[in-house]
């Protein structure tokens, strides 16, 4: 944490030196002072922060730096922001302006004298234990870990099974090279190597394996010593006998040799045990070198990293999720051979179960520590101890973070309280605001903060909640996260500042503060300030004080009337958060001063009656929340004067001349019009000009119309009307990517200009449950068709995301049921277990299902196992198989006693029909096309026996399907294929 700030105070140092306002008023030289000396502790401090994880006392010295560094932060900030106030100073204002300057003088000299103290203070030698002995510890507390029982572990035998089932749906893979490599990745202690121990000793359903090698990888990556160890464990001799090749590339070519030697022609299953290794290059090294050593291997990948993960496999990696608390009390009981009857200690051990937030390791440590003591004061001293193991993966965690992402997690510590969730876009809003790495060339603050949060995700230590359901955001983004508490309560212990240092504080989070008129010019420092819950009429004026300010949130204030004129004296907030202020009167016209504004929430201010007119003056505002603001009359017209904009007005959007007003803000990209109120007849008239506006959104990306097209279809004659409407919405929008229609209860069908979208990517079609058909959509990624309980017809094409190759986007399938099914470019599927998850034989509806793929395009899984693993309900009627290239059909097509008809086109190895196709008494139509070994095998004296219950059979044309049809059909797949 140190570590960054330092830099950080360093970067805004230089940026001072030489700056006009510096030059000026002679404070070069005391910039340059400081400069130099935060640069010779800065060495230091990486260490420090190491320490910090175990020594608790090197936490003065740090904050003593912390200190320092901020002070210089602030100062730099205020020289730069009276340069700009003396630049539009009158003449009548100089004396004013000569006692800034003043004022100015004396914090550089306090600030000068802060950081002489922090080099003063601070130890030369921060760390008696050095980066590498923490390594070498933690790798040796990897090697011994204890010895594996398998009769101890609890409900991991379905991880087990599903485990083992990847690894043998890959077996027919024909696409992809020889090696399967399969990641397991979840939170350090949730027992990824305990399940590859289980798999790995499976000698039952994993059979004819020449070696089984386990290779404990170590944090220290080293590719010599992976191989080496292989070669240890084929030739079954211990590590010194192997002669050990140097770091040169010779050594590594006759390692690779010897490898290569001794698996090749063989069949092999390698895990390796607790990878760390992030660099791409690195592991795209490791997947050539275990490609290079054999013609079979199958590899498991034990890590905490799910971005490991996804490097290095070659099919989907498997999540271990955490335990139940019943289960963590389990294991518990059963490693101390706890009995029934003990009342009083099983209510401190299950409370003890809790605390283990579904770990086993650290059920197990609890454990060890109570061995077989039955003293009721131990279990409740204990209660807070047992996570060693875990902590010192943790700390491996938090050491290989760059300084920026570790500040960034201690800012989340700071904030929110162990155990609270917090909304993805708040917290990607509150490290913008802290500034802990300033936006590149390349990237943005917001794209910093997001791939922060992406690495925190990866390692399980930022873990989504719930969706947000509560307003019209739900599929906008606003996902709550919340910290695993041990991990929260580990880090709180050296995050937060003691009371000596209270001005290092730059976060404040509280509910129901008492606001006194002093509070604010207590933290001058202040970044990010999120007050909720307060019947307090007015803010105090002393709030002007906090001039750094750059996220403020104030929330559920119900008594708040008005805010004070001096809020825009708040130059560098960027984003403020006024949600659910009630009686919310107006807002000052000052507002308007606030220019680096970027975000305004506003959503349920339903007393505001209008915006300022210097609302439009705010140029680098991009997003305005307007949900459940009833007492607007119409849409503001200074939103005209703005750009770009991301604009949420759900809840509301039932005022008159909505249409007209939406069609003059043509730069809008992202639009929410969810859940309109409109309980009056009026109201519902306004809705009607809504497509007047719609369609000359011609950049909108993101549309939500869920709900809101109902109340106006409702009124309409017919269904054509309705299809009409919404075309005539839609048709322009050549740049939409998400579109949420989602609970219209009368929206029947889809107008054709929708499937001419090039570019939507997703379509939200959740709770609509009149919908009757949903034909192909040429570049559709991801639909969501959940409780469309009227469905009746669904075309789906198979595809795979760029940014997930390892897995398709079959599994949408399970939410499906309906009568009518068509699935094309089957080849797109990655696995058998894909297929497995949609649960095709449980769809009761379905009636008529068609299974397409692209011809001449191989797939991942072989034809015969997938379609093997698509079994249709046994109340099927008509099936059409479509470029197949299996050799026979499986035999649960004896079993489809309802079936009809059935149509088999351009399977042109097929060869033979199962025997028991005589029990299908109710086939009347068989048409086969294109199918030429097939149709030999029709022409069989023996085979036409079988084959005559069937009374409409063709060879040539479908029986009620013109070759033109097949032909188009197939064409319109393979467009979906390119797209």
């Excluded at 330092?6 to 940026?15: D, G, T």
């Excluded at 605390?355 to 204990?382: F, H």
Aim: glycine share 6%.
């Amino acid at each position: 944490m140190a570590q960054a700030i330092v830099e950080r105070a360093c970067a805004k140092l230089r940026s001072a030196i030489g700056d006009e306002a510096a030059v000026g008023s002679n404070f070069t030289g005391d910039l340059r002072d400081m400069l130099e000396r935060l640069q010779a502790i800065q060495p230091l401090l990486d260490e420090a922060d190491m320490q910090l994880l175990w020594d608790i006392e090197v936490g003065e010295s740090l904050q003593c730096v912390l200190s320092a560094a901020y002070k210089a932060i602030d100062t730099v900030d205020e020289l730069q922001d009276a340069r700009s106030q003396a630049a539009t100073t009158m003449t009548r204002m100089l004396p004013r302006l000569a006692i800034m300057k003043n004022a100015m003088a004396i914090q550089v000299q306090e600030t000068k004298e802060l950081v002489m103290r922090a080099q003063r203070e601070f130890p030369e030698s921060s760390s008696t234990l050095a980066r590498d002995t923490v390594f070498r510890l933690i790798i040796k507390d990897g090697k011994f870990r204890p010895v594996f029982e398998e009769a101890m572990v609890l409900e991991r035998g379905s991880d087990k099974e599903r485990t083992i089932a990847a690894l043998l749906s890959t077996e027919r893979n024909i696409m992809q090279e020889h090696i399967t490599i399969l990641p397991i990745f979840g939170l350090a202690g949730s027992g990824k190597t305990t399940l590859a121990q289980m798999v790995f000793n499976d000698n039952h359903c994993l059979q004819g394996y020449h070696f089984r090698v386990w290779v404990y990888v170590s944090p220290q990556f080293d590719f010599h010593a992976i191989g080496n160890s292989i070669i240890c464990h084929v030739l079954e001799r211990g590590q010194e006998e192997i002669n050990h090749a140097s770091s040169d590339v010779e050594g590594m070519e006759s390692i690779m040799k010897c490898l290569h030697e001794l698996l090749n022609g063989k069949k092999v299953l390698l895990v390796l045990d607790d990878l760390w290794e992030e660099d791409p290059i690195q592991l795209h090294l490791l997947k050539s070198m275990l490609t290079f050593l054999g013609d079979k291997m199958d590899v498991i990948v034990t890590t905490c990293n799910q971005a490991i993960a996804r490097k290095i496999c070659t099919v989907e990696p498997y999540r271990l999720n955490p335990l139940s608390d019943e289960t963590c009390w389990e294991i518990i009981k059963k490693s101390i051979r706890f009995e029934a009857g003990e009342e009083d200690l099983e209510k401190i051990g299950r409370k003890m179960a809790s605390k283990c937030l579904g770990v086993p390791s650290i059920a197990r440590e609890y454990a060890c520590m109570l061995d077989s003591s039955r003293d009721a004061n131990k279990w409740k001293k204990n209660i807070k101890q047992g996570y060693g193991y875990m902590l010192s993966t943790f700390t491996l965690s938090y050491m290989r973070m760059p300084p920026d992402l570790r500040l960034c997690f201690a800012y989340y510590c700071q904030i929110f309280p162990s155990g609270q969730s917090i909304v993805r876009d708040d917290l990607v809003h509150h490290w913008i605001a802290l500034h802990p790495t300033e936006p590149s060339e390349i990237l943005s603050a917001t794209q910093i903060a997001e791939e922060h949060i992406a690495w925190l995700q990866d390692m399980s230590f930022l873990q989504t909640a719930e969706l947000e359901h509560a307003s019209g955001t739900e599929d906008k983004g606003a996902i709550l996260f919340t910290m695993h508490n041990v991990v929260h309560d580990h880090v709180t212990k050296f995050a937060k500042p003691g009371k000596k240092y209270s001005s290092n504080l730059r976060a404040m989070s509280s509910r129901y503060m008492e606001l006194r008129g002093d509070l604010f010019s207590r933290h001058k420092g202040l970044r990010v300030l999120e007050l909720t819950g307060s019947s307090v009429l007015k803010l105090p004026n002393s709030i002007w004080q906090l001039k750094h300010l750059g996220c403020l949130k104030i929330t559920k204030f119900s008594g708040l009337v008005t805010l004070p004129e001096s809020l825009g004296d708040l130059i560098n907030l960027i984003h403020i958060d006024l949600s659910g202020c009630s009686r919310l009167l107006n807002l000052p016209e000052s507002f308007g001063k606030l220019i680096r504004l970027v975000h305004a929430n506003l959503s349920g201010c339903s007393g505001l009656a209008t915006l300022p007119e210097s609302f439009g003056d705010l140029i680098n505002l991009s997003h305005v929340n307007l949900s459940r603001c009833h007492g607007l009359a119409e849409l503001p017209k200074p939103l005209e004067k703005l750009g770009k904009l991301v604009l949420d007005l759900s809840f509301w959007s039932c005022f008159k001349g909505i249409g007209k007003s939406l069609g003059g803000l043509t730069s809008l990209e992202h639009l929410n019009l969810s859940r309109p109120c409109c309980h009056l007849a009026p109201q519902r008239s306004h809705l009607q000009g809504l497509k007047d506006g719609l369609c000359k959104l011609t950049n909108l990306r993101y549309l939500n119309l869920s709900m809101c097209l109902s109340p106006i279809f409702y009124y309409h004659r017919s269904q054509e009307d309705s299809l009409k409407y919404l075309g005539e919405c839609i048709s322009n929008l050549s740049r939409l990517e998400h579109l949420n229609l989602s609970h219209n209860t009368f929206l029947f069908g889809l107008p054709a200009s929708l499937g001419e979208l090039n570019k939507l990517k997703v379509l939200n079609l959740s709770g609509c449950i009149r919908l009757k058909k949903v034909g192909e959509m040429k570049s559709l990624k991801f639909i969501d068709l959940r409780k469309c309980r009227g469905l009746e017809g669904f075309s789906f094409v198979v595809r795979v995301d760029e940014d997930a190759p390892y897995s398709s986007n079959i599994g949408q399938l399970e939410v499906v049921n309906c009568q009518e099914l068509q699935i094309s470019c089957l080849e797109n599927v990655r696995s058998i277990v894909e297929a497995h998850r949609i649960k095709m034989v449980e769809k009761q509806k379905l009636e008529k299902l068609k299974l397409s793929w692209t011809l001449e395009s191989p797939g991942r899984v072989e034809d015969s196992a997938l379609l093997g693993e698509l079994v249709p309900p046994p109340n099927l009627q008509c099936l059409e198989v479509n470029g197949y290239t299996g050799k026979c059909l499986p035999e649960y097509f004896g079993n489809l006693t309802s079936l009809q008809e059935l149509k088999i086109v351009r399977c042109k190895q097929l060869n033979s029909l199962p025997d028991t196709m005589q029990k299908l008494t109710s086939l009347k139509d068989l048409c086969i096309l294109d199918c030429p070994e097939l149709e030999k095998w029709c022409q069989v004296e023996e085979n036409k026996k079988m084959l005559a219950h069937i009374s409409n059979k063709n060879y040539e044309e479908p029986a009620t399907t013109s070759r033109q049809e097949i032909v188009e059909d197939d064409r319109s797949g393979d467009e979906g294929e390119a797209a």
